[in-house]
């Protein structure tokens, strides 16, 4: 009897490390996030992403991939998120004067229909509200909370805080809250 209480222990034991750290069972469809331009390594330099599906910030060498990057155009201070999904995967639906529309545009916009996407979105500001698609067609509503940027060497640093809503299931509309 303990001869097989052992060997069940320690099939537990190895199933359980065999897990993926990151995997989800049941991962969170909305929150806020803050990611930032940051490169790391030696070649392959890789940057800190989002990922909508997995609710995790991930490298963008990883498996899956980040589906949202942050860039920044150092000359002129411009703030943009990048996708590699290979589609045109932005679309701007409104930018609003202060955090209050914003806020009120983003939780209202529950349903939409875009034909004219863009290859990123670009320039961000604080508060609008933007729609990303991913190559698999799953959407989020976005809304940019506080971008900053400072000035270091060799490169600039900019971060971006983002309210996201994920609709996982492929539709046009997003879950409630």
């Known amino acids: 009897m303990n001869r097989l209480f052992l060997v069940i222990l320690f099939l537990i034991l190895v199933l359980s490390s065999c897990k993926d750290p990151d995997y989800r069972i049941d991962p969170d469809t909305s929150g806020t996030v803050t990611i930032d331009n940051t490169l790391f390594g030696t070649g392959p330099y890789y940057a800190i992403g989002f990922n909508f599906d997995r609710a995790l910030k991930i490298s963008s060498l990883a498996t899956p991939k980040p589906d949202i990057t942050l860039g920044y155009d150092e000359g002129s201070a411009i703030f943009f998120l990048q996708t590699n999904a ?37 320039p961000l500001k604080v508060n609008q509200v933007w729609l990303y698609r991913s190559a698999d067609e799953h959407y989020a509503k976005i809304r940019i909370i506080a971008l900053s940027a400072e000035d270091l060497d060799p490169r600039d640093y900019a971060e971006c805080t983002f309210e996201w809503v994920y609709q996982p ?9």
């Not at 299931?169 to 809250?177: H, M, W, Y």
Request: aromatic letters at 16%; hydrophobic letters at 35%.
């Open 86 to 122: 290979g589609i045109n995967g932005f679309h701007l639906t409104g930018e609003y004067p202060d955090q209050t529309l914003a806020k009120e545009a983003f939780d209202n916009l529950t349903t939409f229909n875009v034909n004219d996407w863009e290859e990123w979105a670009n």
């Open 169 to 177: 299931d492929g539709s046009l509309t997003f879950p409630g809250k």
